[in-house]
């Protein structure tokens, strides 16, 4: 039978896909007819040809049961195609740990198209116990030719984190702009990210908001979110609320999580567009079905004021226990104030003041003014107006009108302070600036 010699130029499939050529220089029967004789070899290219359809009617099960048997014998290239069937499900279940065998074996041979799926197993811990420092070596050796992009940007992010490599934000950044220059996604948003804060580079928002127009244009979801908080901020780009509104309705729309929880802050506050609280409220419940934590907070904010929705402080105090999963400052205290009224819990004030003051430790000055309150009262603690002035102190420092007037009934009444009239018509006075009523009445009291 005459031998042909034919490259098998083949389409892209799973993670890495077939984009590499292999040259075999015999025909499908022939290679047929040396499997029957036991040649491993034989089976190992009649393998790939089943693998990839090429001459032959693509059967991925007979590609795999073909590459197995041939990889016995050691050879890397049964051993690279077997394990790339086992890693992404071709022939055979998913396998990682089958994969890495393989793979490895590959590698021990100088397998080139190995390294990259090693750097990415190690890194993932895929099959192996992650290891950055490993998964790093074989993506040094995946990006020789830098052809390979999902390793150029894996390699970017060990050098942006400093696992398994010294951080170097600069070669991060250029290894975020190789892979970004070969159209990766997420490569592309971290260089506008390098760009906006500094990264890596010369800070140049106005460069992250080009960067960010670009990508957005093109109809990524998350180009289209940073870019609208870059118009809600005014940073690198004149602020614009409605703008802003605009980028996270798109942004929205086509999935992205932060980007519906901050449309739904939009509609509830009417930022850039018209109030709507059932607008909101819609939003606000497609980004807690992703578990987003602000929007549990915000959904939770809905039920208790009935905005969008009936009011239903149990459902309002579930949403709230929800987003403290991470401790989140402004849900911590939402909860303390429904033990404080038993809205949708039990009263119970001891438990309060425990929320209250992890809220107020994280710098959250409503919850620093509150807790302020419960040792004014011995609410929940023992009364000690010496710690209620030091949070409020706190709280004033971040200008909230509430810990003004309550500092300012400290100095008028002498709790915790030498009494002060000068210093209470001061705080007054600021409180007053900020919009607080009450604080006009008490003003009026020490002049």
Not at 64 to 71: D, I, P, T, V, Y
Not at 267 to 273: C, E, Q, S
Not at 422 to 427: F, I, M, Q
Request: proline content about 1%; overall charge neutral; aromatic content about 12%.
């Amino acid at each position: 039978m005459k031998k042909l010699a034919f490259i098998l130029v083949l389409l892209s499939i799973g993670v890495y896909g077939f984009a590499q050529q292999e040259n075999i220089s015999e025909d499908i029967e022939t290679l047929k007819e040396m499997v029957k004789q036991g040649s491993q070899d034989a089976m190992g290219k009649l393998g790939y040809c089943y693998l990839t359809g090429t001459n032959i009617e693509k059967n991925e099960k007979e590609a795999f049961k073909l590459l197995n048997n041939a990889s016995k014998s050691g050879d890397a290239f049964s051993n690279f195609y077997v394990g790339k069937c086992h890693y992404e499900g071709i022939g055979t279940p998913k396998k990682y740990s089958k994969a890495f065998d393989h793979m490895s074996v590959a590698a021990q041979q100088n397998y080139e198209q190995t390294y990259k799926y090693l750097g990415r197993m190690y890194y993932f811990g895929e099959g192996v116990t992650k290891n950055k420092k490993e998964a790093v070596k074989w993506l040094k050796k995946a990006i020789e030719d830098e052809k390979d992009v999902e390793s150029l940007y894996l390699l970017a992010t060990c050098y942006d984190t400093g696992e398994g490599i010294l951080k170097n934000e600069a070669k991060s950044l250029e290894y975020f702009e190789k892979a970004a220059e070969k159209g990766h996604a997420q490569a592309r948003i971290e260089q506008a990210n390098a760009y906006r804060i500094g990264k890596g580079v010369a800070q140049n928002t106005a460069k992250a908001v080009e960067l960010y127009t670009l990508i957005a244009n093109e109809g990524d979801k998350d180009a289209a979110y940073f870019l609208a908080t870059c118009y809600e901020t005014g940073d690198g780009v004149g602020q614009s609320y409605n703008s802003a509104f605009q980028w996270y309705l798109k942004a929205a729309e086509k999935g992205n999580i932060p980007a519906q929880n901050k449309l739904g802050e939009c509609y509830y506050k009417g930022i850039g567009t018209t109030q709507n609280y059932d607008e909101a409220f819609s939003w606000f419940s497609k980004a807690a079905d992703a578990a987003n934590l602000e929007a549990y907070n915000n959904l939770g904010n809905c039920y208790y004021n009935g905005h969008g929705t009936t009011r239903d402080y149990k459902k309002a105090f579930a949403n709230y226990v929800k987003a403290s999963k991470n401790e989140m400052p402004e849900a911590l205290y939402n909860q303390a104030v429904c033990y404080s009224k038993g809205q949708g819990t039990k009263l119970d004030m001891r438990t309060s003041a425990q929320l209250l003051f992890k809220a107020a430790q994280a710098e959250y000055a409503p919850a620093q003014n509150l807790l302020a309150t419960y040792y004014i009262n011995g609410t929940g603690v023992d009364r000690d107006y010496k710690k209620a002035i030091i949070w409020l102190e706190f709280a004033t420092n971040q200008g909230n009108a509430d810990a003004f007037y309550n500092l300012g009934n400290c100095y008028a009444r002498g709790l915790g302070v030498q009494k002060d009239k000068n210093k209470a018509s001061e705080l007054y006075s600021r409180a007053v600036e900020l919009g607080h009523e009450d604080a006009k009445k008490e003003l009026k009291k020490v002049q």
